[in-house]
T-cell receptor
Framework: KQEVTQIPAALSVPEGENLVLNCSFT??????LQWFRQDPGKGLTSLLL?????REQTSGRLNASLDKSSGRSTLYIAASQPGDSATYLC???????????FGGGTRLMVKP | DGGITQSPKYLFRKEGQNVTLSCEQN?????MYWYRQDPGQGLRLIYY???????QKGDIAEGYSVSREKKESFPLTVTSAQKNPTAFYLC??????????????FGQGTRLTVV
């Protein structure tokens, strides 16, 4: 059974810092990996999707990488802002393309 | 605007009651999903549906039921058999049922509390 782990569970940084969030998964036979943002009491907003054949994806200040063989993904946030404060979740899609398995999330706080 | 609408936003259930959470999407997506989120935890899959009139159990289906009579709608019923139903429930949808690299989109969630 696929298991997804995110470390750290919580992170607090001063504004302007570059930071990295980590995601690891136990079964490397994935179809794609998706990073989401969740604000308190809200639903999830998709940030980036990386196909299993890709190494990275970029959107603005966000860059996500994928190393499928080692079962790892990172989300890099450049020049962090207080508005980036949220919980970030990674999720892997199985090879059948029908199930997303989520990590527990990293709660990020960016202090002004 | 296109999107996924969950209702109600807050729901209170008495012990022994069945309640139904609504999820509607106008994105013309084939696949729809229900997840449960407990405080400080990730999302766990309850049920999913790839096409109309078909659905599959996820990891924690016991005490829940669903239907998929229309492409746009995927209601979730929390039955009295679910012993610990207090949680945040999230509905999602995705274009393309199988083997498609498309993003999953989520609704704003329903917070269910047992009183």
């Amino acid at each position: 059974k696929q298991e997804v782990t995110q470390i750290p569970a919580a992170l607090s940084v001063p504004e302007g810092e570059n930071l990295v969030l980590n995601c690891s998964f136990t079964d490397s036979a994935i179809y794609n990996l998706q990073w989401f943002r969740q604000d308190p009491g809200k639903g999830l907003t998709s940030l980036l999707l990386i196909q299993s054949s890709q190494r990275e994806q970029t959107s603005g200040r966000l860059n996500a990488s994928l190393d499928k063989s080692s079962g790892r993904s990172t989300l890099y946030i450049a020049a962090s802002q207080p508005g980036d404060s949220a919980t970030y979740l990674c999720a892997v899609m199985n090879n059948a393309g029908n199930m997303l398995t989520f990590g527990g999330g990293t709660r990020l706080m960016v202090k002004p | 605007d296109g999107g996924i609408t969950q209702s109600p936003k807050y729901l209170f259930r008495k012990e022994g009651q069945n309640v139904t959470l609504s999820c509607e999407q106008n994105l013309n997506h084939d696949a729809m999903y229900w997840y449960r989120q407990d405080p400080g935890q990730g999302l766990r899959l309850i049920y999913y549906s790839q096409i109309v009139n078909d659905f599959q159990k996820g990891d924690i289906a016991e005490g829940y039921s669903v239907s998929r009579e229309k492409k746009e709608s995927f209601p979730l019923t929390v039955t009295s058999a679910q012993k610990n139903p207090t949680a945040f429930y999230l509905c999602a949808s995705k274009q393309g049922a199988f083997n498609s690299h498309t993003e999953a989109f989520f609704g704003q969630g329903t917070r269910l509390t047992v009183v």
